[in-house]
């Protein structure tokens, strides 16, 4: 099978100290994001923050670059446009401001009706969410995140064993983090989509691990007489060709959807793009190191049958 590395010797495993300060770095910035989330200090979409949704029918189709250019000027320059049914429904999404949001419902209707005259429509919905519900989908968020997590664990405990799952879920926590303070350094917006798009990553990232793991495995069985940094080296340098090979694949994808997806999945895409790039850097330079670790404080990794 083609092969674009070919066969690689890289010393992995005896750059991990540097990996270990990186990531280090990685999940700080994580964490301060959470942090900044719990207290509201983040770039929170309406589905977190609060907010109002507007849905309009027009007579006739509408450019949605014409109606971002129109409310970005009349003081709703973060509005979320989204169009349906031919272009002529459209949704749009304002954050929670200090006005009280029937008042902003009003003020996007008054700006349509007096921008767009001889365009006639008529109201489909409008909805206020307010902070109190925007905290309880906050709050099932990160249950979302945490159960998927333990899923994780469990599944490599099954499939592996339980140092391996561990070492797997500290590796995609590691993902998580990192993806979400990249978002916040980029001012990006928190919402629902976003979250979706970690837990995407999540699945992503486990079965990136999945084949790591799997190589190292079968080493430990048939590689008896060289060390346990020697094994893992070699089981990534196994995989390497394969893992940068279905990296590109799905870059070259979410590169696609990231400039030609439109303003809707903007976010998403830019946020799967980030964490496919951590999870590759994690699934060679941390989860495998995690191991070494734990063997060096005295645990035995596996049983060489």
Known sequence: MFEILGKTNIDFIGKRNYAFIFSGILIALGLVTVVQ????????????????????????PIKIDDARRVLSSSGFPDAELQQFTNGNRLLVRVKQQN????????????????????????????????????QELQ??????????????ILYIAVR??????????????????????????ANKEITLLVVTALLTLAGYSLTDKVVVFDRIRENLKFRRRESLEQVINGGINQVLSR???????????LVAL????????????????VGVIVGNYSSIFVAS?????????????????
Do not use: C
Request: aromatic residues 12%; hydrophobic residues 55%.
């Open 37 to 60: 989330i719990g207290r509201g200090q983040a770039n929170l979409g309406i589905d977190f923050a609060g907010g109002t949704a507007v849905q309009l029918k027009f007579e006739q």
């Open 139 to 152: 709050k099932k968020a990160i249950v979302a995140v945490i159960f998927s997590m333990i899923g994780i």
């Open 99 to 134: 006005t009280i949001q029937e008042d902003a419902a009003n003020r996007i209707v008054q700006v349509f009706e007096k921008e767009f005259s001889t365009n006639k429509f008529v109201v489909d919905s409008s909805t206020a969410i307010g902070p109190t519900i925007g």
């Open 243 to 253: 893992t940068i090979v279905v990296s590109l694949t799905v870059v070259l994808v």
């Open 258 to 273: 990231f400039f030609f997806g439109g303003e809707v999945i903007h976010d998403f895409s830019f946020a799967l793009l």
């Open 160 to 185: 592996f064993e339980f140092r391996f799952g561990i070492a797997a879920a500290i590796a995609t926590f590691h993902d998580v983090l990192a993806v979400l303070g990249v978002l916040y350094l």
């Open 289 to 305: 190191s995690i191991l070494v670790v734990w063997r060096g404080t005295g645990g035995k990794l596996l049983k060489r049958a």
